[in-house]
Structures are given as C-alpha cells and as structure tokens.
C-alpha cells in the first residue's frame, strides 16, 4: 500500500475499520458507539469546506475500553476527518489487499521505477520548479515528453525498418519533428540531431 499513512492504515482503530451509515449520518466504531456529523472544516490542501467531520461523545469515549489505543483526547471523543476522496482511496486500500493488486503492484519495479530514476537521475527532475497544479502538469508532459524521445532514442539505434529509415527517424517524420528539407537529421547511431548541431 503505497501510502504515507501505511503504517496507520495497520492499527485496529483506524478510520477504515469506521463502519459508514448513510441512514443516520454517522460512522459505528469497532465497540460499536456512532460518531455523528458534527460540520465542516477548510481542507489545507484546497482551503474550501470540504472536510466532514464526524465526533463520538467523550462520555462515550471516556467510559470505552479503547480509550487511549483509538483517542486520547481528554476533552473530546474520537474524531474522523472525511475528505472528498475519502471513500475512493477507502476501496483502493481494500483492493490492494487483494492478490490481484499485490500482482500488478508486483511489476512496479520493473515497469515504473527505472523511468523515475532516469527522470531523477540524467534530468535532475528531483522537484517541480513551477507552482500550481497546471503548471506541474506542463512541466510534468515535458519531462515525459524528454524520456520518451531517449526511448525512442535506444530502440531505433541500428534498426532500420523496410523503408531504410530507423525506427526513431520513422518516428520523427511521423510526429513532423523530420520534414521533407531536412531540418531534422539523424547520425548512425539513431540519435536525432539537428543541422545546427543541437541534440533533440
């Protein structure tokens, strides 16, 4: 579970194990006392309302024998801070505990991790330079965009196709970066190189 709480996803008392009652606008503990609605609060992330939040009493709480493993609030019962994702990241937790999760999670390391370290490593991609999400977004489609063409890059190199061109300048001239003057070449290696000398 690829999480930053995966450790707290563990405990008995977590809000997973908050059964949700849409009847009666409220959660049942594991020793079975309700937090009820009790409003909204700004989200950090967003600064809108968006966080629900759901308290049990602290009599309830103070008198439960689970009183110091799932709260230890003295001047309040427990509570649950429900965001707008709550529920999607809840039945992504429950099939990641699945063999069929821990199957495609499996094959992380082999399909994800080396692009992340390539993008990490020969482009120092180690942050976002820009703020806002869709500046990341843009910034994000250009470093794909970067491994994607040394991809291009590997695979081409010495192969050439029926057409006599390999498989990176058929890729270019399918995508335009190679028109018909040729202000786009390419060396013997596969690499794409312009006539001003620069590396594409």
Known sequence: MSERYHTEAQDPYFKDQFAYDAATESYLCPQGQRPLFRGLRKSPVTGSRSI?????????CRTCPAFGVCTKDKHG????????SDMLLRRHREWMRTEEARSVYARR?????????????????????????????????????ASSFGHY????????????????????????????????????????????????
């Open 52 to 60: 629900r939040v759901y308290r049990a009493s602290r009599t309830a």
């Open 77 to 84: 019962g427990r509570a649950l801070w429900i965001g707008p």
């Open 109 to 145: 390391r082999e399909l994800i991790e080396p692009t992340f370290g390539i993008l990490k490593d020969q482009l120092a991609a180690r942050r976002f330079l820009l703020r806002g999400l869709t500046n990341v977004r843009a910034e994000f489609v250009l470093l794909a965009t």
């Open 153 to 200: 890059r590997e695979y081409g190199r010495d192969h050439r196709g029926p057409s006599g061109k390999t498989k990176c300048e058929a890729a270019c001239c399918q995508s335009g970066l190679l028109d018909p003057l040729g202000t786009t070449s390419h060396s013997r290696s596969g690499s794409c190189i312009t006539l001003a000398g620069g590396r594409a």
